[in-house]
């Protein structure tokens, strides 16, 4: 197939990519390298810098290219930043949809599969979360996957679009060779910021509270592998190419790890002692968020393999050979 891959340069997108090439698939990526990283985009891939809002830049793309399939990956997706400027997460995540789907409509390209987030459901009343669960988002960012969730149902059915919706929870670890992995600047996930401590990067890690209603009384996330995550978008597309109708799966492990079992697990891979030092809540953490992923495995047949050790691990191979991130000039050096 041919798959126009909207946010190539980022992290996510950057290793389904990479899974798309590995499997015969040909790749056009549109990135604005907003927050994406040129080098992070593999060499096999038609690159073209351009902004998603833009009606000439998808044009020219789609035109040039006849493509079955679409992947949006292009959204900004810190939390803490969007609760201080919404304005500019609606206009890029919802502006961005709004773009997509008519320019999709415009050259009759008719599959799209979308990365949408946990934080569309809030603080959960029940977990593991199912698809159904009420969904009350608690800042900006959800709030816009949300909103962009509701374009894509609304004019898939007025404009014969289908779609494959993947909710993620928490995605960490790299490519196992380290030529890609995560740089978000600024960096506000948790495996990262802990990885710079034995980096000499920071001196610890800060922990986010402990005393939520938690066993060791830090937050619960389920950690997927972002390769995991990248199989389950490669079934997607062929569940749409299969003639599937439009769905939405959550993405999880489906086991919650406190953030001490994260630290703790990070100690064993990296042979360092990695000191913590327990803080203040931050604004807008729920205690804890588990994904039931029963109908992605049911629809996508999809199954995750790697635990938090392999998760860890292969973040652990491309920090370490890319302290620097993508700025050391060396990365993706394939
Ligand atoms: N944490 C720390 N110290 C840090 C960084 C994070 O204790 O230095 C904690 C957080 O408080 C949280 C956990 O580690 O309890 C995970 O935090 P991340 O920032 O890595 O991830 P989030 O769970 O906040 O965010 C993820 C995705 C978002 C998505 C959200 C859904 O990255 O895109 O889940 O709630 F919106």
Redesign the pocket.
């Known amino acids: 197939m041919r798959i126009l891959v909207i946010g190539g340069a980022g992290y996510i997108g950057s290793h389904n990519v990479h899974a798309l090439i590995e499997r015969g698939d040909e790749v056009v990526v549109l990135d604005n390298l907003a927050t994406g990283h040129r080098q992070a985009v593999h060499p096999a891939a038609r690159f073209y810098e351009g902004d998603l809002r833009s009606a000439a830049d998808l044009d020219k793309v789609l035109a040039e290219n006849r493509v079955d399939a679409v992947m949006h990956f292009a959204a900004f ?1 810190l ?1 803490g930043e969007s609760v201080q400027k919404p304005l500019k997460y609606f206009n890029n995540n919802v502006g961005g949809m709004m773009s997509l789907l008519e320019a999709m409509e415009r050259h009759g390209v008719d599959r799209l599969v979308f990365s949408s ?3 569309v459901y809030g603080e959960p009343k029940t977990v593991p979360i199912v698809e159904d669960a009420e969904k009350d988002p608690t800042n900006p ?2 709030e816009s996957k949300l909103i962009m969730e509701r374009m894509m149902r609304w004019a898939g059915q007025a404009c014969g679009i289908r779609s494959v919706i993947l909710r993620y ?3 960490g670890g790299a490519l196992e060779d380290g030529s890609i992995g995560e740089d978000h600047r600024p960096e ?4 990262p ?1 802990i990885l710079q401590v034995p980096l000499g990067r920071r001196p610890h ?5 402990d005393d939520y209603p938690t066993q060791d009384g ?2 619960i ?1 389920d950690y997927l592998h972002v390769m995991d995550l990248a199989d389950a978008h490669l079934r997607a597309l062929d569940y749409l190419a299969a003639g599937g109708e439009s769905t939405v799966c959550n993405l999880g492990n489906g086991q919650g790890f406190s ?1 001490l079992e994260m630290v703790e697990a990070a100690r064993r891979v990296t042979g360092h002692p990695l000191p913590a030092k327990i803080e203040g809540r ?1 604004a807008g ?2 205690a804890r ?1 588990v994904a039931s992923s029963d109908r992605a495995k049911a629809v996508l047949g999809w199954q995750p393999h790697a635990g938090i050790e392999e998760i860890i691990r292969t973040a652990w191979t491309w920090h370490q050979k890319h302290p620097a991130g993508f700025e050391d000039g060396q990365a993706a050096k394939r």
């Open positions: 997706s939390v987030t946990a934080a960012y959800g929870f928490n995605v506000s996930h948790l495996i910021l890690i800060s922990i986010f509270g830090t937050c996330r953030v931050r953490d729920p968020l």
